[in-house]
């Protein structure tokens, strides 16, 4: 692919996700990874056209990982042969003579490919791969979660300029909201990380939507209204998040029952959604492109007065408010 014709926000997202991953313990070597995986052999690659010996070698890797992948998806019917056929043809170009050598040796284990492609078998041989290879030295006791869930908000956040460091700060007021209620520990913590993923959802939404700055017509707020479904999908599938779905997937439902997506009223909502709803409300008021304006606290502050008992569980703004105040 010519480096001239890709749109510059695909050509950041290497440098995006290498930023991002920064803040993963135990994970220091990643950043260059990423940040070279787009890196062609030839030196025709993106961000900075580096060339041969130049990419950090662990790069070239991902690079034709890739690439195999691209191919496969998007000729399914393609065998293994064809498929290396076409990889071989890229050597020396995208990634080095080396790296494919590799790539034969693992494929000629024909279980490895079919375990690959079978959507059944393919957790098997991740976990076997994973007892395979040998400890990363993160250490036990970093909070590895909250960790992940922190950079997965950076994520989010990261695609829309209107929502930059909405997840982030959705987290930091829900949690601040739960503790002033004295919940317990556990509940707090599940609710900060729920704040941090409860607009995954939106990753699904097409970015004309949600960038739009004039207002959505019916059929494109039905669709936005949609990512509360997205969130819930989304979560289900990771095994660790899970706990965090009832609340996450319920962040716009309304104490009236007039919410979405399912309509849920007043106590049936749970309590951390409940909190969500109100912190969530609160940043939307508050930050404009992402931008904090303090000028507006005290007009959110009276429409969280307004709507408290229609749109949100009045125990919950009257722990929210003391704290918005002193913000
Ligand atoms: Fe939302
Ligand atoms: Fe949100």
């Known amino acids: 692919m010519s480096e001239q014709v890709l749109h510059p926000i695909i050509r950041s997202h290497t440098i995006i ?3 991002i991953v920064s803040n993963l313990p135990g994970f220091e070597k990643a950043p260059s990874l990423i940040l070279d995986h787009h890196e062609y052999w030839n030196g025709h690659g993106y961000p900075r056209a580096r060339k041969g010996k130049e990419i950090v070698a662990g790069a070239q890797l991902i690079r034709a990982a890739d690439t195999f992948d691209t191919i496969l998806q998007t000729n399914p019917d ?3 042969s064809e498929i290396m056929k076409n990889m071989k043809e890229l050597v020396n170009k995208e990634f080095n003579k080396s790296v494919f050598s590799s790539l034969k040796k693992i494929m000629s284990d024909n279980n490895f490919f079919h375990d690959l492609v079978d959507a059944q ?17 993160i250490d036990d006791r970093t909070d590895i979660l909250g ?33 002033s209620m004295n919940l317990p520990h556990d509940e707090v913590t599940k609710i900060k990380w729920a704040g941090l993923v409860h607009d995954i959802g939106k990753v699904a939404i097409p970015p004309a939507i949600l960038d739009k700055a004039s207002e959505l017509s019916e059929d494109e707020y039905t669709l936005l209204r949609k990512h509360t479904v997205y969130t819930e999908e989304i979560l289900e599938t990771v095994s660790c998040m899970k706990e965090l779905v009832p609340m996450a997937a319920a962040h716009h439902e309304r104490f009236d029952g ?7 009223k007043g106590e049936d909502i749970p309590l951390g959604a409940r909190i969500l709803a109100v912190a969530d409300s609160f940043d939307s008021i508050t930050s404009l492109r992402g931008y904090r304006d303090t000028g507006l606290i005290p007009l959110a502050i009276d429409e969280m007065k307004n709507v408290s008992r229609k ?12 704290i918005f105040q002193s913000l």
Not at 121 to 137: M, Q, S, T, V, Y
Not at 258 to 264: A, E, F, I, P, S
């Open 17 to 19: 996700g290498a930023q």
């Open 78 to 80: 393609k065998t293994l």
């Open 121 to 137: 078998k393919l957790p098997g041989l991740l976990f076997r791969l994973r007892d395979e290879i040998p400890a990363n030295g």
């Open 147 to 179: 960790t992940s869930l922190d950079i997965f908000g950076q994520i989010i956040d990261s695609k829309h300029a209107y929502t930059a460091g909405h997840s982030k700060r959705v987290s930091q007021y829900s949690l601040l909201i739960a503790i």
């Open 258 to 264: 007039n919410g979405y997506h399912r309509k849920l």
């Open 311 to 322: 749109q949100f569980d009045p125990d919950v703004v009257e722990a929210a408010i003391p």
